[in-house]
């Protein structure tokens, strides 16, 4: 063989087989992609008519259940009316009986509230008293405090004054604050 060919014999053979790998690797690629895809699928539909058995045994046990517990509700409505009637008849008897008896209680309660009104009035009244004579209490000692005030000007006048003069001024003084005090 000439150089040149097998140079090119050498170079040509592994680059094909290299191409030959590539495209085996691939197609073996395409092919699991295929077979996960039907695989895929195939679980998909088990996986969706599994669920529509699942639902459809939902759907009938709901079905039972409900005739079941409508019948059983039916009996216990039926047997709850009759049992509520006989208690609602014996608490209408009661009632009457309890109603007379707060109606006594209420005219007790409605009594005591007069007689509690009655009270604060009294309280009142008793309070606005205290507070006048509070206020005339006031009144009584600002008139004394005024009176002895009189008294020790009096008597700080009757000291700058001639005998006889103060004399009088402490006499006439006092007498005119006790009658101050009197009213």
Do not use: D, F
């Amino acid at each position: 063989m000439r150089p040149s060919r097998a140079i090119a014999t050498a170079v040509v053979v592994p680059v094909k087989l290299v191409v030959v790998v590539v495209v085996v690797e691939a197609a073996a690629v395409v092919v699991e992609a295929a077979a996960l895809v039907v695989v895929e699928g195939a679980a998909l539909v088990v996986v969706e008519a599994a669920a529509v058995v699942v639902a459809l045994v939902e759907v009938v046990i709901i079905v039972l259940a409900a005739v079941v517990v409508e019948a059983a509700a039916l009996v216990v409505v039926e047997a709850a009316a009759v049992v509520v009637a006989v208690a609602a008849a014996v608490v209408v008897e009661a009632a009457e009986v309890h109603v007379v008896a707060a109606a006594t209680v209420l005219g007790t309660v409605v009594v005591v509230a007069a007689a509690a009104a009655a009270v604060l009035e009294a309280a009142t009244v008793v309070v606005v008293v205290v507070v006048v004579a509070a206020a005339i209490g006031v009144v009584v000692e600002a008139a004394a405090v005024v009176a002895v005030a009189t008294v020790v000007v009096a008597a700080v006048a009757a000291l700058s004054m001639r005998p006889s003069r103060a004399m009088a001024t402490v006499v006439v003084v006092p007498v005119a604050a006790k009658e101050c005090q009197l009213w």
